[in-house]
């Protein structure tokens, strides 16, 4: 129904910063919850940041506030995440996620909709 593809990661230093973005089909992506969740090596998927449709309400992790931002444009259907000061832990598949139904994004189970994951690599 909808798809969601992720772009921006690769290779950055420790204490660097990436932009990701995603794309989102359809015509009713203002009416979508978005966020980012991110799975690390032999870690579970847990929630980075995600966003409401108007961009008013935001959550983030403990562990990116002050670091991370999140936004969107929904002229473009298109969410971004700014990720400044990235730790090598961070290192991880980061994935683009929407909810049509209403209520923040915050744990797996509050998300309909799945992109593909684009790969951020944090050296040492």
């Known amino acids: 129904q909808v798809q969601l593809v992720e772009s921006g990661g690769g290779l950055v230093p420790a204490g660097g910063s990436l932009r990701l973005s995603c794309a989102a089909s359809g015509r009713t992506f203002s009416n979508y919850y978005m966020g980012w969740f991110r799975q690390a090596p032999g870690k579970e998927r847990d929630v980075v940041a995600s966003i409401s449709g108007s961009g008013i309400n935001k959550y983030y992790a403990d562990s990116v506030k002050g670091r991370f931002t999140i936004s969107r444009d929904n002229a473009k259907n298109t969410v971004y995440l700014q990720m400044n000061s990235l730790k090598p832990e961070e290192k991880a598949v980061y994935y683009c996620?929407?909810?049509?139904?209403?209520?923040?994004?915050?744990?797996?189970?509050?998300?309909?909709?799945w992109g593909q994951g684009t790969k951020v690599t944090v050296s040492s």
């Open positions: 996620v929407a909810r049509r139904r209403p209520g923040q994004i915050v744990v797996v189970t509050t998300v309909d909709y």
